[in-house]
């Protein structure tokens, strides 16, 4: 069974960084696309960024060079680094897990707040 749980969520001041992981088990980690979602109240869950299992990341024109997304296949952990921190970026942020060539494969976790006070 797949899990995927994310932590390193909380209440930051505007301008200030978190750093979110998020560990997978029940997977073969490094094959998979890991992604990071975010839904905050009232809209749409939108994708932030992801990483491909060769390391290849795209993110959200809204996150670009603030937010750094990095993969360690040896502890089946995704990360996302998140710098100069705004209040629009309040939101829960998930932890998604998809294969490309399997429509089926695609995993969520429980997700994480980051409050952003301004």
């Known amino acids: 069974q797949v899990q995927l749980v994310e932590s390193g969520g909380g209440l930051v001041q505007a301008g200030g960084s978190l750093r979110l992981s998020c560990v997978a088990s029940?997977?073969?980690?490094?094959?998979?696309?890991m992604g990071w979602y975010r839904q905050a109240p009232g809209k749409q869950r939108e994708l932030v960024g992801s990483?491909?299992?060769?390391?290849?990341?795209s993110y959200a024109d809204s996150v670009k060079g603030r937010f750094t997304i990095s993969r360690d296949n040896a502890r089946n952990t995704v990360s996302l680094q998140m710098n100069s921190l705004k209040p629009e970026d309040t939101a829960v942020y998930y932890c998604?897990?998809?294969?490309?060539?399997?429509?089926?494969?695609?995993?969520w976790g429980q997700g994480t707040q980051v409050t952003v006070s301004s």
């Open positions: 998604n897990s998809r294969r490309t060539w399997a429509k089926d494969y695609n995993y």
């Open positions: 029940g997977t073969t980690f490094s094959i998979n696309t």
């Open positions: 990483i491909t299992s060769g390391g290849s990341t």
